[in-house]
């Protein structure tokens, strides 16, 4: 299980599920709605949000074949999730809201390539990769890398943390994350002026209605740290 999961400090998540681990063999997590730092959802005394994505069959690339049982998930990736299961009488049920940082940009900071693409049902990561083709002069593959630099950029992924994930250098992924984010000019100027004003007054804020009246204040005290 170690093995498909992060470190938690000097901590592997297996041995930290095996000490919640009650007489019913059964995992029973606490979930906050805004555990993260981000303002997502997340877990504890057990953190199940923590699982790594399920890696592609080898064979197929994802497609489904015998080797898979038609899952297009590797063996290995399918054990972990076979651990996860619902009691008898009840099911599981998964909830995605698709592309839900992109699209709250697009709407505060009205951003006309965002906006076009979401308005227009394109793919936005293929467009992005595609701008930072052109740019580059190029390929710029929409997965993992132009889709990658998009969601990064609703938490401020670094050109440091971008080569860790692509396995380039920070010369390559700083490259890429430019032309990438070149496409979106409108949102990175609204996002760097309520970093701005972050910085300035201590808390984040949201935003509601199509006039972008402030909402909820959220205090960020690290805010002036230099960690």
């Not at 009205?110 to 467009?127: C, S, V």
Request: aromatic letters at 8%.
């Amino acid at each position: 299980y170690g093995r498909y999961t992060y470190w938690d400090g000097f901590r592997a998540k297996a041995p930290e599920f095996l000490w919640y681990l009650p007489p019913d063999s059964r995992i029973h997590p606490t979930e906050l709605t805004d555990g993260a730092g981000t303002g997502r959802g997340s877990a504890i005394s057990g953190n199940v949000y923590n699982l790594r994505r399920a890696e592609d069959c080898k064979a197929c690339k994802g497609a489904g074949c015998g080797e898979c049982d038609e899952t297009g998930m590797d063996a290995e990736s399918r054990l972990i999730r076979d651990m996860i299961a619902a009691p008898p009488g009840f099911k599981i049920v998964e909830i995605d809201a698709s592309q839900a940082e992109i699209r709250g940009m697009a709407v505060v900071s009205q951003d006309p390539f965002m906006t076009e693409a979401f308005l227009n049902g394109e793919d936005i990561h293929q467009k992005a990769a595609d701008g930072a083709s052109a740019k580059l002069g190029k390929k710029i593959a929409r997965s993992p890398t132009a889709k990658m630099v998009v969601f990064g950029s609703s938490y401020d992924l670094t050109e440091i943390g971008l080569s860790k994930r692509l396995g380039c250098s920070v010369k390559e992924a700083t490259e890429i994350q430019h032309a990438v984010l070149g496409n979106f000019a409108r949102m990175i100027e609204c996002k760097n002026a309520e970093k701005a004003l972050a910085l300035k007054t201590g808390y984040a804020r949201t935003t509601w209605g199509p006039e972008h009246r402030e909402g909820r204040h959220r205090e960020i005290w690290e805010l002036g740290s230099d960690d």
